[in-house]
T-cell receptor
Framework: IAGITQAPTSQILAAGRRMTLRCTQDMRHNAMYWYRQDLGLGLRLIHYSNTAGTTGKGEVPDGYSVSRANTDDFPLTLASAVPSQTSVYFC?????????????FGPGTRLTVL | GQNIDQPTEMTATEGAIVQINCTYQTSGFNGLFWYQQHAGEAPTFLSYNVLDGLEEKGRFSSFLSRSKGYSYLLLKELQMKDSASYLCAVRDSNYQLIWGAGTKLIIKP
C-alpha cells in the first residue's frame, strides 16, 4: 500500500441500508478526514480525527458515524442510507491536524443511494 | 458565515497564461491551499500560502493578500494536461479546511 486507499470504488445502495466506507493509510499520519463532494459545491467535511482514539464532527455530520481504533484505519458508516447521501466520498490524511500540513486524498468512493 | 468564491469555469489556449482568482471570508486564517483535481480523480496539492506575496513553483505560482482576502493561482505555458478543476481552500481558526466549489479550467489547442 502506498498512500491512502478507499473501498469500495463505487457502490449502488438501496435506501435504508447500512453501509461502511473503508479508508486505510500507510503514512502513519495522525489526522484523518472524511469529505463529501457534490456537483457545484466545495468539499464538505463530514467527520475528522486528530489522532487515534478521537473523532470530531465536521460541517455535515448528520447520518454518518466514524471510528478511529488505530492510526491507519478510519471507516465511515451510513447507518440508514438516504438518497441525499448520493455523493463522492473522499478520505484524506495529514501528519498533524493543527498545523500547516498538506492533506493527502484517497481515490474516492462514488456512492449512489436509490 | 464562511465563504470561498472562485469562478465556476474558465477557458484558455494551450501555451497561454491563465489566472484563477479566489476570494475568501473565513473565521480566522491559517493558510490558503490550491489543489488540482482531474475529472474522476482525487484532489492533489499544488501550493500553500500563509504570508502575503507570491510563491512560485515551476509553471505554477500562487499569490496571497490577507488584507484583501484574495488569492490567485497563475498557470503559465498551459498544457492540455492542465485541463482540470482547481480548488481553493482556506484553513480557518479551528484548523479546518474550508473549500471553494472549484474552477473548471478548459484548455483549447
Amino acid at each position: 500500500i502506498a498512500g491512502i486507499t478507499q473501498a469500495p470504488t463505487s457502490q449502488i445502495l438501496a435506501a435504508g441500508r447500512r453501509m461502511t466506507l473503508r479508508c486505510t493509510q500507510d503514512m502513519r499520519h495522525n489526522a484523518m478526514y472524511w469529505y463529501r463532494q457534490d456537483l457545484g459545491l466545495g468539499l464538505r467535511l463530514i467527520h475528522y480525527s486528530n489522532t487515534a482514539g478521537t473523532t470530531g464532527k465536521g460541517e455535515v455530520p448528520d447520518g454518518y458515524s466514524v471510528s478511529r481504533a488505530n492510526t491507519d484505519d478510519f471507516p465511515l458508516t451510513l447507518a440508514s442510507a438516504v438518497p441525499s447521501q448520493t455523493s463522492v466520498y473522499f478520505c484524506a490524511s495529514s501528519e498533524e491536524a493543527a498545523s500547516t500540513d498538506t492533506q493527502y486524498f484517497g481515490p474516492g468512493t462514488r456512492l449512489t443511494v436509490l | 458565515g464562511q465563504n470561498i468564491d472562485q469562478p465556476t469555469e474558465m477557458t484558455a489556449t494551450e501555451g497561454a497564461i491563465v489566472q484563477i482568482n479566489c476570494t475568501y471570508q473565513t473565521s480566522g486564517f491559517n493558510g490558503l491551499f490550491w489543489y488540482q483535481q482531474h475529472a474522476g480523480e482525487a484532489p492533489t496539492f499544488l501550493s500553500y500560502n500563509v504570508l502575503d506575496g507570491l510563491e512560485e513553483k515551476g509553471r505554477f505560482s500562487s499569490f496571497l493578500s490577507r488584507s484583501k482576502g484574495y488569492s490567485y493561482l497563475l498557470l503559465k505555458e498551459l498544457q492540455m494536461k492542465d485541463s482540470a478543476s482547481y480548488l481553493c481552500a482556506v484553513r480557518d481558526s479551528n484548523y479546518q479546511l474550508i473549500w471553494g466549489a472549484g474552477t473548471k479550467l478548459i484548455i483549447k489547442p
